[in-house]
């Protein structure tokens, strides 16, 4: 800067004021295409929440090592229900960056969206919870979803992660270190959501794979326990996509009325089929 003002000293004082002049419309420019810039990320990230009324696909996100069977089923009593489902197929085997998982959910909620879906609903199951919440807030899955639910999904992080990241690093991939309690993904992710989409953590006491299973709680979201709707429920982690009662649930979340945490008298009513 002192050299810039030395140099304009050494210029005739219209010279000075053509250059100073210049410099100023320049600067002018550069704010407002930056302000520009700006707005339009504005209204991008400002959209309309998805229509509440128009239920689209169901997206099934897979958890860590990207097995589909359990999704398989509930994607099968979905559809006898009249909803189109889509299983996500994660990048390698499933235990790559988490990021990269939530590109390829993008890739698939989008496909959808130009096939005319109104929005998607989507089911986050173990890691891909995680999955899910970091393709919503970097894919702006908020405008692209109707609403949310996660399935026994470590939100905070898992003692497992962390055993294995301690007595065996080279063991441990990149999945694997990043659901880590504490991890640098995790802390910037945080564990609270935006009032839009709903949301809805579902997750059991008996989870013997996600442990304490308390990580699966999520600020924002509609929490539910299974063991607090149906006390006998003995869902471990493995069943939480094929329960019985874990299926009823998820279909009356993603039904028309609005997300609300079932009471211990919802209990058989959830477990009937159909429900």
Do not use: F
């Not at 890691?127 to 639910?149: E, N, Y």
């Not at 609270?192 to 989409?197: A, H, L, M, N």
């Not at 607090?228 to 003995?234: E, G, I, R, S, T």
């Amino acid at each position: 800067m002192c050299a810039y003002v030395w140099w304009l000293g050494g210029l005739s004082p219209r010279r000075r004021w053509y250059v100073g002049g210049m410099t100023a419309l320049a600067v002018v420019v550069v704010l407002v295409v930056a302000g520009r810039l700006t707005l339009a990320r504005a209204v991008r990230h400002a959209g309309p929440a998805a229509d509440q009324s128009a239920p689209g696909p169901v997206v099934l996100v897979p958890g860590y090592g990207g097995g589909t069977d359990g999704l398989a089923a509930l994607a099968m009593r979905l559809e006898r229900l009249g909803r189109r489902t889509a299983i996500v197929v994660p990048p390698g085997d499933g235990t790559g960056d988490l990021r990269k998982q939530a590109s390829v959910l993008d890739k698939k909620v989008n496909a959808l969206l130009r096939g005319g879906a109104p929005s998607v609903d989507v089911v986050g199951y173990s890691a891909g919870g995680v999955v899910t919440r970091l393709w919503a807030r970097d894919h702006d899955g908020a405008h692209k979803a109707r609403r949310i639910v996660t399935l026994g999904s470590p939100h905070q992080g898992a003692d497992v992660s962390a055993a294995g990241a301690a007595l065996s690093p080279g063991a441990c991939p990149v999945a694997c270190q990043q659901l880590v309690p504490g991890s640098a993904l995790l802390r910037k992710l945080g564990h609270r959501v935006g009032d839009r989409p709903e949301w809805m953590s579902v997750w059991t006491t008996r989870d013997q794979v996600v442990t304490p299973p308390g990580s699966a709680r999520l600020d924002g979201a509609v929490n539910v326990v299974l063991q607090q709707v149906c006390p006998d429920a003995a869902a471990g982690h493995d069943d939480l996509p094929s329960d019985p009662l874990v299926d009823g649930i998820v279909l009356r979340a993603l039904g028309g009325d609005p997300m609300t945490a079932p009471a211990p008298s919802d209990c058989a009513s959830l477990r009937a089929p159909g429900s």
